[in-house]
Every structure is written in structure tokens, then in C-alpha cells.
């Protein structure tokens, strides 16, 4: 499956070779998570009231409520903590899920996702569908409220949350479900519930030496069986321990919270070489540095090649023929002190000579610049038909190209709120 990332160039989604795959829906590595059914009490407390004022303020967005495949990107307000990596924004797409990806590209369906439904809905369909959100410094949530798929529009709106907490902890909730998901088409849009994430390698090319392949693996998933989403239901994940939150050798390879961690020392980070730091992970050869290593020899290599840096004082004779008059070789020597990279010697008049002479020779030639500029001005200013300033005026007016956008392209676009027309990402075919 080939695509081509926003900044150019190729870019290849796949998951990892069998050998290497940790694409297992319930290895219990990750996350840990539990349906709760329409009776079940838990599923009427995870629903965030978006009208409770006691949960913070919501934003109603104006462009994912009345816009048809577009995501934005949000800042949150809190670290929230991702398959052991921090996140401190994420996109909010209009096909119910949300893109946690570094890198965005027009894949952005296929990995690196929280889908408490992913499907082909489309706000723009009626007036009454919102995407909404709220960060309360603890929870964000987002909430798609009364949306509808396209060619089943009269089957009903959809009505569906997520919700990231500061802990780690993700929740989807349901309040309107009207047809089951098995009715949903697959066909135009992927329909998904659950997580994912990945990791981008970056490769030679095999089409040029000079050329870099970027590869993007899904190192795990999580499924939720689609036959257990109904209205008033929900699911719950917790985050479990992972090896990227030991900061420490000793930590990493004796805590009984992981497995599989190894510690590069060279990085100083505790890894199993699965997450998205893989990049690094093979740069700096952790794998091979941590191969029967133990955090004793770290300890020894870094005592026995420790050095502490002083300052040196050395004499050093310069071989000059004597000049007339002196009375001593001692007049032909000079005393260099080092203290890092600082070089000074007491034979320094003449260095303050001739550094006077460079300050007085800059500032000579500043005034000079100001002179010519000025008259620059003058000129264009009493000759404004001539060649050379309308040369500069066109050169300003076309020097940024503007992105435009069809209204029947099929892939998501990226809308990145505060910034210029120029700053919008356009992405292809999902």
C-alpha cells in the first residue's frame, strides 16, 4: 500500500513482518479494556454530559461540524500518555476517530488512531451535526453528535465519545447507535474500534542511492468486537506499565512491571525496540550494545573513561633571534595559560590593537551600508517607473504560491487553525 507524504516523497504503511509482529488484539501488553453493556452501570458513569457546565467548557468546532472528510489538529492541555509516549496534540477527524500520528498523511485511517467509530459520516448533512470537544486540564474529550453516513441518512444520527484522561485511561461511550454496525459499508471508508499506533523507519531507496524510503509499521492494535457497540454502551482501556517509563538502568532490567526491556545506555533510555523511537533504536545499534550487558558494566565503562578537565600552565619558548638591547632570553618567552578553549597571553597590547582597529573598521563600514541605502530609498522613491523597483514589487506579489481545494477530492484534509491559507495541508485518497 503506497502513498506519498505531504512533504514529498515515498511513503510506505505496512504492518511488521510475521516474525516481528506484535499486532495481537488481546496480548495484554499495552492496554487492558472492557465492554460494559447497556445495563451495566459503569457505561451510564463514563458518559460525559457535554451540557454539564461542571466539566468544563465545550467548543462547538465550526469546520468539523459542516465539512465532509477534514481533520484539525488540537493542542491539549495535559501530557497524555499514548502507548508510553507522551502526546500534546492530536487530530480530530470528521469520520469519528482521532489521528495521534507525528507525521500526517493521507493514510491517516489506517494506523496510529483512537476510533470509538470510525466510519464514513459526514457533518455537513444536516445542521443539527456537531463535533464538539472539551479540556478540562484532566479529560479532553471529543463528542460527534447527530452525525449521519451518506446513503443512510434515514436510518438515523449518530451520537458517540471519546475520552483521553490525563491518566492514560481512554473511554468510548455511546448514546445512539440506530442500526447495527454490521449494516455499515466498508467500502468507501474503513470502519474501526479501537487503537493503534506505529513507528516510522527511514531507509535507502531501492530506486535511487540519494533517495530515502520512509516506512511506517503498526507495531499494535486493538479491536473491539463491533457486534458490542449499541446505544449506552461503552469500553474502557487502561494503560499498562510499559519499559519507556524506566529512566534508569536497574529500573529497566529488574522491574517485574515489564518484560522484554533492554537499556541503551548510549540514549539512556529503557526500550523493548518496539515504540516510536524506533529510528533511534537502530541508529545507535541498541540492540547490539544491550546484548548480555548489565548495568554494573556501564558503571565501570564510564568510571574508567571519566576525566576531569583542569586548567594547564605551560611554558613555551619562542626560537626568535634576540633584538638589540635585550639583556635576557627570558624576554623571549611568554606564559600561556589554558582554561579550555580560552587562550591568553600577557604579550596581549598588541592584540588589544589590533581588535580596536577591527571595531573602528566595522563601524566605518556600517555607516557606509546606511549611507547606500539611503540613497537607495531616495532613488526609488523620485523614480518609481524604473526597471529595478517594479522588478522587486513583482518578485514580492508572486513569490507565495496559494493552495487550492476541490470540493470532490475524497481524501481527509487538514485544516491548521491560526495560521494562513498557505499553512493548510492537503492530503490525498484515504
Known amino acids: 500500500m503506497m502513498s506519498?507524504?505531504?512533504?514529498?516523497?515515498?511513503?510506505?504503511?505496512?504492518?511488521?513482518?510475521?516474525?516481528?509482529?506484535?499486532?495481537?488484539?488481546?496480548?495484554?501488553?499495552?492496554y487492558t479494556w472492557r465492554s460494559f453493556g447497556p445495563e451495566d452501570r459503569r457505561a451510564q458513569e463514563l458518559w460525559v454530559d457535554m451540557n454539564d457546565v461542571r466539566h468544563g467548557q465545550v467548543r462547538v468546532h465550526g469546520i468539523l461540524s459542516n465539512s465532509y472528510k477534514q481533520a484539525v489538529r488540537v493542542a491539549l492541555s495535559f501530557d497524555f500518555p499514548f502507548y508510553g509516549h507522551y502526546l500534546r496534540q492530536i487530530i480530530i477527524a470528521t469520520g469519528g476517530f482521532i489521528f495521534t500520528g507525528d507525521i500526517t498523511h493521507r493514510m491517516l485511517t489506517t494506523t496510529q488512531y483512537i476510533a470509538p467509530l470510525m466510519a464514513n459520516f459526514d457533518p455537513s448533512y444536516s445542521k443539527e451535526s456537531t463535533v464538539q470537544y472539551l479540556d478540562n486540564g484532566e479529560v479532553f474529550v471529543v463528542q460527534w453528535e447527530r452525525v449521519r453516513l451518506p446513503g443512510k441518512e434515514s436510518e438515523g444520527a449518530f451520537t458517540f465519545q471519546a475520552a483521553l484522561y490525563k491518566t492514560g485511561t481512554i473511554t468510548f461511550s455511546y448514546r445512539d447507535i440506530p442500526l447495527s454496525l454490521d449494516a455499515i459499508s466498508s467500502v468507501e471508508h474503513p470502519l474501526k474500534v479501537g487503537l493503534s499506533d506505529a513507528f516510522m523507519v527511514t531507509s535507502p531507496s531501492s530506486e535511487s542511492p540519494d533517495a530515502r524510503r520512509q516506512t511506517i509499521y503498526e507495531y499494535h492494535r486493538a479491536e473491539i468486537d463491533i457486534t458490542k457497540i449499541?446505544?449506552?454502551?461503552?469500553?474502557?482501556?487502561?494503560?499498562?506499565?510499559?519499559?519507556?517509563?524506566?529512566?534508569?538502568?536497574?529500573?529497566?532490567?529488574?522491574?517485574?512491571?515489564?518484560?522484554?526491556?533492554?537499556?541503551?545506555?548510549?540514549?539512556?533510555?529503557?526500550?523493548?525496540?518496539?515504540?516510536?523511537?524506533r529510528q533511534e533504536w537502530l541508529d545507535y545499534a541498541c540492540s547490539e550494545e544491550s546484548k548480555d550487558a548489565t548495568c554494573e558494566d556501564y558503571t565501570r565503562g564510564d568510571s574508567s573513561t571519566g576525566s576531569s578537565i583542569t586548567p594547564e600552565i605551560e611554558d613555551v619558548t619562542f626560537l626568535t633571534p634576540l633584538q638589540k638591547g635585550c639583556e635576557s632570553d627570558d624576554d623571549t618567552k611568554h606564559h600561556i595559560f589554558k582554561t579550555g578553549n580560552d587562550v591568553k597571553t600577557d604579550s596581549s597590547t598588541k592584540s588589544d590593537g589590533l581588535a580596536n582597529t577591527g571595531v573602528i573598521a566595522g563601524i566605518?563600514?556600517?555607516?557606509?551600508?546606511?549611507l547606500a541605502l539611503i540613497l537607495v530609498a531616495l532613488y526609488i522613491n523620485y523614480h518609481p517607473t524604473v526597471a529595478s523597483p517594479l522588478y522587486l514589487i513583482q518578485r514580492r506579489k508572486n513569490y507565495w504560491p496559494s493552495w487550492k481545494f476541490h470540493k470532490q477530492q475524497p481524501g481527509y484534509t487538514e485544516v491548521e487553525e491560526g495560521h494562513d491559507k498557505n499553512s493548510i495541508v492537503e492530503a490525498g485518497p484515504c
Open 364 to 370: 566605518a563600514a556600517a555607516l557606509v551600508l546606511l
Open 230 to 277: 449499541t446505544s449506552y454502551s461503552a469500553v474502557e482501556f487502561a494503560p499498562l506499565p510499559t519499559c519507556l517509563q524506566h529512566d534508569s538502568c536497574e529500573l529497566c532490567l529488574s522491574s517485574n512491571q515489564t518484560s522484554g526491556c533492554s537499556w541503551c545506555h548510549v540514549l539512556q533510555r529503557c526500550s523493548d525496540g518496539m515504540d516510536r523511537h
Open 4 to 30: 506519498r507524504a505531504v512533504s514529498g516523497g515515498g511513503l510506505t504503511i505496512d504492518t511488521l513482518p510475521e516474525n516481528m509482529t506484535r499486532v495481537v488484539e488481546d496480548s495484554g501488553k499495552y
